[in-house]
């Protein structure tokens, strides 16, 4: 079993849409990010959160520590949307990266 | 204040040649991190160095892989006789100095390897 859990794996919306990404994850971890990744393309850090919830224009994340779950938010989906997202935890010992497998999504117009 | 720059973006190697990837963190950044995507597969942790020391390599491969974050100068990932199995991306993240994980990991965009 992975230590970090997305789903769903691909997404489809329709343009408008409210979309939710979930992230569970199984280990101790000091923060969690939220990373945006387009196709052949660099990596964005969307959010680094450790509790609560963060919002950045139509994006939100949010994370309950004593559920090991984080969850990120589009509203008023756009075709622009559409990348992979994927969550990484920042374990609780050391700094490193634990990724999950990512989201596809995909926003049709 | 310019991000994470990585170069070159793109490198084609021909198997058991050396590939260098250097990554130059963002102004004021002394925490480094090399991580790999594999084709179709998620990104893995590689390695973590401060200046002139390597924290945590416990992702990187026992042979042929090194890296190194010398005083000047950018960060280094050396990667000996490539081979196919090599052809991935590879990104780097850096961080600010201080405050342990709480600190958000900037990434670079990304060394695209191809061993013919």
């Known amino acids: 079993k992975n230590e970090v859990e997305q789903s769903p794996q691909n997404l489809t919306a329709q343009e408008g849409e409210f979309i939710t990404i979930n992230c569970s994850y199984s280990?101790?971890?000091?923060?969690l990010h939220w990373l945006q990744q387009h196709p052949g393309g660099g990596i964005v850090s969307l959010f680094m959160l450790s509790s609560g919830k963060k919002k950045h224009g139509r994006l939100i994340a949010t994370i309950n520590i004593q559920e090991k779950h984080s969850s990120l938010h589009i509203t008023a989906s756009h075709p622009r949307d559409s990348a992979v997202y994927i969550c990484?935890?920042?374990?609780?010992?050391?700094?490193?990266?634990?990724f999950g497998a990512g989201t596809i999504l995909r926003v049709k117009s | 204040n310019a991000g994470v720059m990585q170069n070159p973006r793109h490198l084609v190697r021909r198997r058991g040649q050396e590939a260098r990837l250097r990554c130059s963190p963002m102004k004021g950044h002394s925490h480094v991190y090399w991580y790999r995507q594999l084709p179709e597969e998620g990104l893995k942790f590689m390695v973590y160095?401060?200046?002139?020391?390597?924290?945590?390599e416990s992702g990187m491969p026992k042979e042929r892989f090194s890296a190194e974050f010398p005083k000047e100068g950018p960060s280094i990932l050396r990667i000996q006789q490539v081979v196919r199995g090599d052809s991935a991306a590879y990104f780097c993240?850096?961080?600010?100095?201080?405050?342990?994980?709480?600190?958000?990991?900037?990434f670079g965009p990304g060394t695209r390897l191809t061993v013919l």
């Open positions: 990484a935890v920042v374990m609780e010992y050391g700094n490193k990266l634990v």
């Open positions: 280990v101790g971890i000091s923060a």
């Open positions: 160095l401060q200046k002139e020391n390597i924290i945590d």
């Open positions: 993240a850096s961080s600010p100095p201080g405050g342990g994980g709480y600190n958000e990991q900037f």
